[in-house]
């Protein structure tokens, strides 16, 4: 994950910044998230990605 983000930026910052790019993986509390306008929390996030209504 962490060379997939740094790859992602720098192919918009140039090579040059990869001595200088952080990428940090924080995990989020359930219902911290929000999409539409509301907040989504992992049950429902889950319900999701299997397809079920949330």
């Known amino acids: ?3 997939r983000v740094t ?3 720098l192919s918009v910052e140039g090579e040059s910044f990869r001595p200088v790019a952080w990428v ?3 995990e989020v ?3 911290s998230w929000g999409m539409a306008g509301a907040t989504l929390t992992t049950q429902q996030a889950r319900a999701m ?3 079920k209504a949330a």
């Open 1 to 3: 994950m962490v060379e």
């Open 7 to 9: 790859d992602a930026a």
């Open 24 to 26: 940090i993986i924080e």
């Open 29 to 31: 509390p359930s219902g």
């Open 49 to 51: 990605r299997d397809g």
